[in-house]
């Protein structure tokens, strides 16, 4: 079966992304710190780095893929990551409001998915195929409503040593799910924890 894993870089404290999000602060204030690891000591980490895009097809929540807000106001918004973003394969991006998709540079496509968390699952497998894999990519708020329906089969967790104080909690509401240790590595700048995810109602 296809498996389903999720990657989130989160502080001791268990937030997910800092406070008002904006252009200029894509991960809100205070959380550029937290992906330290993965730029000021990627030969440290470089595994666990190549894992979150080694997948077949990924989910996104349109805060994880832009700032804007409402209707989309043109297609000039085309996501953080510049004309080749990293995934390489289709990502299926959570919306309330249509947009046709957009295609860039190195095989990634975003598809706007307005049907809500369980279309964007069915189409994200589909792709995938069933000995493929599909990543939960994020924000906080994508992965607590995916997490609450099941639908993860693998949680990575990069904990990163700062304590940042407010934010968007990643297990906010989620209580009940029970959680497996597979693998913990520490390494510079974030501890990598790997869990088995049991489901709601199944302690672990």
């Not at 894992?51 to 409402?70: K, Q, S």
């Not at 510049?82 to 046709?100: D, I, K, N």
Request: proline share 6%; charged share 15%; net charge negative.
């Amino acid at each position: 079966m296809t498996t389903v894993t999720a990657d989130i870089t989160i502080s001791l404290d268990g937030f997910g992304a800092g406070p008002d999000q904006s252009e200029d602060a894509p991960l809100g204030v205070g959380f550029e710190q937290a992906h330290r690891w993965m730029f000021e000591a990627a030969d440290d980490n470089a595994a666990e780095a190549a894992a979150i895009t080694g997948h077949d097809a990924y989910i996104m929540g349109r805060n994880m893929f832009g700032p804007v807000r409402g209707t989309w106001p043109d297609d000039s918004w085309r996501g953080w990551w510049g004309p080749e973003p990293p995934y390489h394969a289709p990502v299926f991006v959570l919306t309330h409001h249509e947009r046709p998709s957009v295609e860039m540079a190195g095989g990634t496509t975003f598809h706007f998915v307005t049907g809500g968390i369980e279309e964007a699952y069915h189409r994200a497998v589909d792709v995938a195929g069933p000995s493929g894999s599909v990543a939960v990519a994020g924000g906080p708020a994508t992965l607590r409503q995916y997490l609450a329906a099941g639908l993860v089969d693998e949680l990575r967790l990069h904990v990163a040593p700062f304590v940042l104080g407010q934010g968007e909690s990643v297990f906010a509401g989620l209580e009940g799910i029970g959680y497996t240790p597979s693998s913990a590595r520490a390494s510079s700048l974030v501890t990598h924890l790997t869990y088995d995810v049991a489901g709601v109602g199944t302690s672990a």
